[in-house]
């Protein structure tokens, strides 16, 4: 009992540290102050509903806040 | 340690969780080679297909379900940090839809599985080793 106890709380010690590892390597920077991000020219129909299509190749949630066409 | 059924009902935990495993491997390779998610992830399905044939097959148990156990460890951790934060999806199951708040669950209980087969293993192989049971 007292050896499955040491090997199972080394397991779950080393199992905690990769998935630390994990998060630590890919949680995303976070950015402060206005960002601003070039799209392109305004399209036509951005006046009343647009659609913003992002490739988000990691678990990471965007949040789009106050966005302006100029 | 356990009764028969008992000892049963383990085997069968740790084949399925071998199967998981497996299965979700499976799962990520079309994403994988269409290049819908990084090639780094090559090395978690690997570990994923390797681990689970290892645990269906059922040879060296202890290191088997020691290596699950560390695994799900890491994946339960992961899974709570996205739920914690809203994430409404994960990449655990491939192509298949799957959310943190489904995978947690689902990766708590592998855990508690990997834990149980490991613990079901060591005085078995004690016994084989010492001749008596530690």
Same mark, same amino acid.
């Given at each position: 009992m007292k050896r499955f106890v040491t090997i199972a709380v080394l397991v779950l010690l080393a199992g905690s540290a990769a998935g630390g590892a994990y998060l630590w390597a890919t949680v995303p920077v976070k950015l402060s102050g206005p960002d601003q991000v070039q799209l392109g020219p305004r399209p036509p129909e951005a006046r009343f509903q647009t659609t913003l299509t992002f490739r988000n190749d990691s678990w990471r949630s965007v949040r789009i806040e106050d966005v302006y066409f100029c | 340690m356990?009764?028969?059924?008992?000892?049963?009902?383990?085997?069968?935990?740790?084949?399925?969780?071998?199967?998981?495993?497996?299965?979700? #491997?499976?799962?990520?390779?079309?994403? =994988?080679?269409?290049? #819908?998610?990084s090639p780094s992830w090559w090395v978690l399905v690997g570990v994923e297909l390797g681990l689970g044939t290892w645990l269906? =097959?059922?040879?060296?148990?202890?290191?088997?379900?020691?290596?699950?156990?560390?695994?799900?460890?890491?994946?339960?951790?992961?899974?709570?940090?996205?739920?914690?934060?809203?994430?409404?999806r994960c990449a655990c199951l491939g192509l298949l839809p799957a959310s943190p708040a489904w995978m947690l669950p689902i990766d708590l209980a592998a855990l508690a599985f990997s834990l149980l087969a490991l613990a079901a293993q060591l005085p078995r192989r004690s016994t084989l080793l010492l001749g008596r049971k530690t």
């Open positions: - | 356990f009764s028969k059924g008992t000892a049963w009902l383990i085997d069968s935990a740790r084949t399925s969780v071998g199967l998981l495993l497996a299965l979700a #491997a499976v799962f990520k390779l079309p994403q =994988l080679l269409t290049g #819908a998610i269906v =097959l059922g040879v060296a148990v202890v290191c088997a379900s020691a290596l699950a156990a560390m695994l799900f460890t890491a994946f339960s951790l992961i899974n709570a940090f996205f739920l914690w934060h809203q994430v409404p």
